[in-house]
């Protein structure tokens, strides 16, 4: 009887699949639904599937290198494919995947499902994908291994006898290491000659090629372990001076490097001061990063945007530290007068400990009547931590759908619960404005400030109705409690 009812519900299954829409394609990318899902997935081994949502502005971040992904992963020998499903208009599809926070990708090998760990840009994209339908290394001729070193940002090849210890032990050890393998395309031969033409004498050799600074770069290290090679990978994978693009986002953000940007235009009268810039990078290689921005185009305006830099900021200099809840240090003296001494003292200070961090912050507001208080990284003691009231404070980004969507709700409740003396319900930009010691990892965050207890922040945990929020601050405001009580007795 059960093998019926199999029978049955997979017959049902192609009878629904036979008549669901086939997927469109956009940019290269397919364009998954309720109705056309399943029928999709079981046509690919291998599928990279991004659940977004419109609004999302990290998904439209992605939306460009994951679109350039899929065009260049469509032009491999075997294609392999992207797929994306606006998950704000599939639910089905949606639900069934428990999608929570956007973008969200999975791996699917076979119809079977993995989580996605890879980066945001193009090629790293590329390189986790070919890393998982792919052996670590690939063997190439000398030719071969010239004509694909052309079409990749960063691979590096091993020159030897793949039965020794250093190739199969260490080399391939390397090749699955999440730390490199989604930046590098990794490939080996037993070719002297080949080696010889690309500086490497020595074998086994290892050489890895780039499109800056030196092309080629040959191991000169002296033991031939795992961890020292993925160090030198690492470090090598990035420009001296970077200029800023999604490529080097996962190296300064997601390795929690800390980096020094200089912030300028691309007038002739920045050329003077942004080439002594350049000389400090060389300097300096290896102590921090140097990184040279605009702030007035796609992901160089958001990143101004994110450290504070605006147009009537240029030029500047600022210091990010991504491994010390992204602090931001500036440069006292004015950046058309740096030397390579004075930014060398700037590096050694902040990694001395010396510098005071910068937080961003925007004007308190003149007027600040309005049931819901704003909060800004000046007036935040005052307003939620140097007082006796209890507080509810949302820390909201403009582009945010959650944000957007709670707002009247909000409003709201800062309306009813107006005349409760000792409550304030608070709100801040949390793009625009920063406080010691409050890290804001998502949006919105929902926290509040109790009365006497105010360097021990409740999270928010209920619902996100008025009702629900009212029910939370009677269990958690002493003050609105008093209120409600009073208001019981009255009636």
């Not at 519900?9 to 956009?26: F, H, I, N, Q, R």
């Not at 994978?237 to 020094?260: C, H, M, N, W, Y």
């Not at 030029?315 to 992204?326: E, G, H, S, V, Y």
Request: aromatic fraction near 12%; hydrophobic fraction near 40%.
């Amino acid at each position: 009887m059960k093998k019926i009812f199999q029978v049955l519900a997979l017959t049902a299954a192609l009878l629904l699949g036979s008549v669901a829409a086939s997927a469109e394609v956009d940019e290269g990318v397919l364009v998954l639904t309720d109705a056309n899902f399943d029928e999709e997935l079981v046509k690919y081994d291998y599928l990279l599937v991004e659940f977004y949502a419109p609004w999302c502005g990290h998904c439209k971040q992605l939306a460009p290198e994951y679109a350039k992904a899929a065009q260049r992963l469509a032009q491999n020998d075997p294609p392999y494919h992207l797929a994306k499903v606006d998950a704000t208009e599939q639910k089905q599809v949606a639900e069934r995947f428990g999608i929570k926070g956007f973008p969200t990708l999975f791996f699917f090998k076979k119809g079977q499902k993995t989580e996605y760990n890879g980066g945001r840009t193009e090629n790293e994209i590329v390189n986790w994908i070919l890393k998982k339908v792919g052996p670590p290394s690939n063997e190439v001729s000398c030719s071969e291994l010239k004509s694909k070193v052309e079409g990749t940002k960063l691979a590096v090849a091993f020159f030897g006898e793949t039965e020794s210890r250093e190739f199969s032990e260490v080399f391939l050890d390397v090749a699955q290491n999440p730390a490199v393998s989604d930046k590098y395309q990794f490939f080996h031969l037993n070719d002297k000659e080949c080696a010889q033409s690309f500086g490497a004498s020595n074998s086994p050799a290892l050489v890895i090629f780039r499109k800056f600074d030196d092309p080629t770069v040959v191991f000169g290290g002296a033991s031939w372990e795992s961890t020292p090679i993925v160090d030198w990978l690492q470090a090598s994978s990035v420009p001296t001076l970077i200029t800023f693009s999604e490529d080097f986002i996962e190296p300064i953000f997601g390795q929690r490097k800390s980096a020094i940007f200089l912030f300028r235009s691309n007038s002739d009268a920045d050329k003077p001061f942004a080439k002594i810039f350049a000389e400090a990078a060389a300097s300096l290689k290896g102590s921090i990063l140097f990184v040279v921005s605009g702030v007035t185009e796609g992901i160089q305006q958001r990143l101004g945007e994110f450290i504070g830099v605006g147009e009537g900021n240029l030029p500047t200099l600022r210091i990010l530290d991504p491994a010390n809840n992204m602090k931001k240090y500036n440069f006292d003296g004015k950046a058309e007068s740096i030397t390579v001494e004075s930014l060398t003292q700037f590096v050694n200070d902040f990694k001395d400990g010396k510098l005071s961090a910068f937080l961003k912050s925007e004007d308190i507001p003149a007027d600040n009547s309005e049931p819901v208080k704003v909060v800004v990284g000046k007036n935040f003691k005052q307003v939620v931590t140097d007082n006796d009231n209890d507080v509810l404070i949302e820390f909201y980004a403009p582009w945010c759908g959650h944000c957007k969507k709670l707002a009247p709700i909000w409003d709201q409740l800062a309306t009813d619960l107006k005349d409760v003396t000792g409550l304030t319900i608070a709100k801040m930009d949390a793009t625009a404005n920063e406080v010691d010691g409050v890290d804001i990892r998502g949006y919105p965050t929902l926290k509040f400030y109790p009365k006497g207890s105010k360097g021990a922040p409740v999270d928010y945990d209920g619902g996100r109705e008025l009702e629900n929020f009212k029910e939370w601050l009677k269990e958690k405001s002493a003050n609105y409690k008093a209120f409600a009580a009073g208001r019981t007795e009255e009636l």
